[in-house]
Structures are given as structure tokens and as C-alpha cells.
């Protein structure tokens, strides 16, 4: 199996505890050892709460100050009683998402939300858990795998388009909005096919619109001590159990049907680990779906928002995109061979993608103390990794503030740290859904491209706004014209 080949010999040199130990005692960091440890500058803020009302009220705002007062170090934060360490190069970076992953782990304060939607999922999962989950997924997450789910995307996107029609119907529209729903379509019908009904489909996108709202405000409230009361937390319990009502029914009912539909939710019911030989429990299932779901449709939402903000403010772009897009495949539905020929597409999706991460930020605790270029880190240290200020470093991007897809021509990316762009993590824990992520992108912009031509409505103000992904904080008004 691929995770056998690849994610095992990544792991080999710190596979168990005692060689983590040893290596971690005879080599405390894959940089040069300095004669004396370096010190973490350090953000305060007001007195007893620290930066604290300005990590709540905007967190970019506050990293983006961090880095340009001390490039290139890790910057401490300070919460309170406690410190937020954030990690912006790319040495840095690939020394926590790879070189000693297995020291940063996801701790339980900022991830809890996360775990109480997703329960023991592979997003949320660790050690022997995360394990067996990834063997399981692995083999069906694969590029081949992924491509044979094109046909079906196909369907379910023309369907959507011929909705968004309606809704666009010559006057303005908020094409975050359009995106969000024309994702939940086909997340949703990738994942269950005809196993979910309209009105099993809107009683759980409701549930989890509240679910996704209630999560972006705990997610940086966690550094609050646990008696702090959070508003919402009735509905957020309530919209779980909805989540799970739902989604529980729809996986006993395929079980017990034996009718093979072809999607996602019968690749899961199938998938067996290869050394147990036994597969996933409706509560895997479960959290395992709900976590496709959540990290499919929301990041992917989001990039198709900007990516409309983008080409509509770059008309030269544009251009050579529908040019690509009509030599390729015309005014005919894509097939899974024109994706693999829709290089400048997937160039502006990458682009986007630098530019606005829908996964901003990432959060990981050590597990035990450790040393990352000089600058020691004691266990318990919660490290906040910034892909948004990341890949806009200008030692490894030039004019990093300008849309230009040609930066991912395939001779210029392999120039540049492997970790200055990590759009979907690194390491061992690299996501496993990029090719399904990528490829829906890429065939919903074909689609779009060959039918519309969007513009923004002219005064719309448009702010990047971080939550539990970047979208816009006003959403994204456009007129829809036909082509």
C-alpha cells in the first residue's frame, strides 16, 4: 500500500518513543547548532490579558505585525498566563510538519471544537488511531481513484449550474454564497449519492452552517480558562446531534441495503486495513464523513470566491484561461483526461490559493521540549504555523502581492523551499483529500468559464476576514453575464 511506501519510511528515524527520545537528545534540531540558544521575541499586548482582545477581534491583523517586526524568527504571543509561539519560514515549518512531526501533535484546546464535530477522525485522530485511519483511507484517495469520481461531478455540477442560473438571473448575486451551496451539492452527492434526499440534505447543511459559525468563535477562545462561559453553546450541541442523527441514519441505511451506489460513503464501507483486515464502525464512518464534508466544502468554497475576485480584477489572466479552457474542451462537459490537460487552470487555482489559504492557520502542541533552530520550545507550547504570511515571505516569493499563476509553472515552483507554499500541510499528515480538492476546482471553473463571464459589482468592499477559513468579510457581489 502507498501509506506503507511513503508515510512509514517517513517516520522510520523517529518511529517509536525511544528513538524520538534519542534523537531528540543527540540532535535537538536538523539546523546548526548554535553555542547558545536564541530568544523568542515576544508580543505582550495590555497587561494580565496579553494580545488576547486582538487575537479574538482579528488574528491576521496581529501575526501579520509579529512577522514584519521580526522576520524570519518565531514570535511568542502572549495569551494571558500562557504564550502562542508562531512559525512562519519554511525551515521552520517543514521542521514541524515533517522533520519531527511526531513532537508536534494536536493538542486538545484548540482542536477540541474541531474533535467534537469530527470525533476521532483522520483530521482529528493521533498515534495508533491516525494510523489505521490513514491505512484504511489512503488506497481510495489516490489520483486514480479520485478521477474516477469525475463522471458523477460532472452530473451533479451541471445540475447546480442550471440552479445558479435562476438564481443569477441577470441581476447581483454573492458568489460566496452561490459557492457554499454549489459545494454542500456536490460534496454531499459525491459522498452519498442518492442516499440523501433534499430534505435530508437541508436539515444538515443547517446543522452545520451553525456548527461551522459556533467553531470559528471557539477556536481562539480556547486560550480562555475553562469556566468562561461561550455563547451558542445549546445550538452547537444541538446542530451536532442533528449532524449526527442524520448522517448515522443515512450510513445503517446503505449497510443494510447492500446496494452498491459508487460514492465516497461505499468506498469507506469497503475500505478494510490491511493488517487487521477488519473495516470502520458506523461511529467511524460518521466522524470520518463528517470530516470529508466540513474540510471539502468549506476550503473549496472559498477558493472558488477568490478565484472569481481574482480573474475578474486580472482580465489578463482571464484570457489565457478561457483560451485554455476552449482549446481543451470546447463548449462539451470536461472528462477526467482534459482535467490532467488544464495546466494554466490548475496555476490559477494554486495562485489563489497563495494568495487567500482557505486554511490560514494551523495549530500544533509539543509534546516534549524541543529545539527548533536555536530557539528551545518547552512541551506544552502551542505553535501557530500562518500559511497566509508564509507564502507571501518575499525571500522566497517575488513581488508576493501580485496574482501571477505563471509562478507555478512547474520549472519555477520546484526553485523555491518545499515549505514556503503548503496549501494542504506537510509531512506525514500531508491531506489526504488534495487530488479530490483539486480536481473538483478544476472542473467546476472549466464549467463556469465555458457558460459565464463574472464581474464585481464596482465600490464592494472586499477584506479578507479569518475565521475557521478566509473568506470575505462582506462576501463577494458579482453580476453574472453570459458568454
Keep these: 500500500m502507498e501509506i506503507k511506501e511513503s508515510y512509514f519510511k517517513q517516520q522510520q528515524t523517529l518511529k517509536n518513543a525511544d528513538t524520538a527520545r534519542e534523537h531528540q537528545n543527540n540532535h535537538p534540531s536538523p539546523f546548526e547548532l548554535s553555542p547558545t540558544l536564541k530568544t523568542c521575541p515576544v508580543v505582550r499586548g495590555y497587561p494580565f490579558v496579553g494580545v488576547l ?34 512559525v512562519t519560514h519554511p525551515k521552520h515549518v517543514q521542521y514541524v510538519l515533517n522533520d519531527n ?7 486538545d484546546a484548540m482542536w477540541k471544537p474541531i474533535r467534537q464535530i469530527m470525533g476521532n477522525g483522520l483530521v482529528t485522530s493521533q498515534g495508533e488511531s491516525w494510523f489505521r485511519s490513514r491505512r484504511l483511507m489512503q488506497p481510495m484517495f489516490t489520483a486514480n481513484q479520485i478521477n474516477a469520481l469525475t463522471e458523477l461531478s460532472v452530473k451533479i455540477i451541471a445540475e447546480e449550474l442550471a440552479r445558479f442560473e435562476k438564481a443569477a438571473n441577470g441581476g447581483a448575486i454573492d458568489m460566496e454564497n452561490e459557492m457554499t451551496l454549489l459545494m454542500q451539492s456536490l460534496i454531499l452527492g459525491v459522498m452519498f449519492s442518492s442516499s440523501i434526499d433534499c430534505n435530508r440534505a437541508e436539515t444538515l447543511v443547517k446543522a452545520l452552517k451553525i456548527i461551522l459559525q459556533q467553531t470559528s468563535r471557539r477556536l481562539f477562545l480556547c486560550f480562555l480558562p475553562k469556566q468562561f462561559p461561550i455563547p451558542g453553546e445549546r445550538a452547537f450541541r444541538n446542530a451536532i446531534q442533528t449532524t449526527d442523527d442524520t448522517i448515522l441514519t443515512i450510513i445503517r441505511t446503505r449497510r443494510q441495503s447492500g446496494f452498491n451506489q459508487g460514492d465516497l460513503l ?4 469497503q475500505a478494510r486495513d490491511e493488517e487487521s483486515k477488519t473495516g470502520m464502525n458506523d461511529q467511524q464512518l460518521r466522524d470520518e464523513s463528517i470530516s470529508l464534508f466540513l474540510a471539502g466544502y468549506e476550503t473549496t468554497s472559498t477558493t472558488l470566491t477568490w478565484v472569481w475576485y481574482l480573474l475578474d480584477k486580472h482580465p489578463e489572466v482571464e484570457g489565457k484561461l478561457r483560451a485554455e479552457i476552449d482549446a481543451v474542451i470546447g463548449k462539451r462537459h470536461p472528462t477526467s483526461a482534459d482535467v490532467v490537460k488544464l495546466q494554466y487552470t490548475k496555476m490559477v487555482i494554486q495562485e489563489a490559493i497563495r494568495l487567500y489559504p482557505p486554511g490560514w492557520f494551523l495549530a500544533r502542541v509539543v509534546q516534549e521540549d524541543d529545539v527548533i533552530d536555536g530557539y528551545a520550545l518547552k512541551a506544552g507550547t502551542t505553535v501557530v504555523l500562518c ?30 523551499h518545499s515549505h514556503s507554499y503548503f496549501p494542504f500541510g506537510g509531512g506525514p499528515r500531508y491531506c489526504i483529500g488534495k487530488h479530490l480538492a483539486l480536481l473538483e476546482t478544476q472542473l467546476i471553473v472549466a464549467m463556469m468559464v465555458q457558460k459565464y463571464r463574472l464581474r464585481c459589482i464596482p465600490g464592494h468592499p472586499v477584506e479578507a476576514l479569518p475565521g475557521i477559513s478566509l473568506r470575505p468579510r462582506n462576501g463577494l457581489r458579482m453580476t453574472v453575464q453570459a458568454v
Design 101 to 107: 512531526w511526531q513532537n508536534f501533535g494536536k493538542g
Design 53 to 86: 482582545p486582538e487575537l479574538l477581534q482579528n488574528p491576521l491583523r496581529l501575526f501579520q505585525r509579529a512577522v514584519k517586526n521580526h522576520p524570519g524568527e518565531i514570535v511568542a504571543l502572549k495569551l494571558g498566563p500562557i504564550q502562542a509561539h508562531l
Design 387 to 416: 500559511p497566509y504570511l508564509t507564502n507571501r515571505l518575499s525571500e522566497f516569493w517575488d513581488r508576493p502581492e501580485v496574482f501571477d499563476p505563471e509562478r507555478f509553472a512547474p520549472e519555477r515552483f520546484t526553485q523555491r
Design 266 to 269: 461505499e468506498r469507506l464501507l
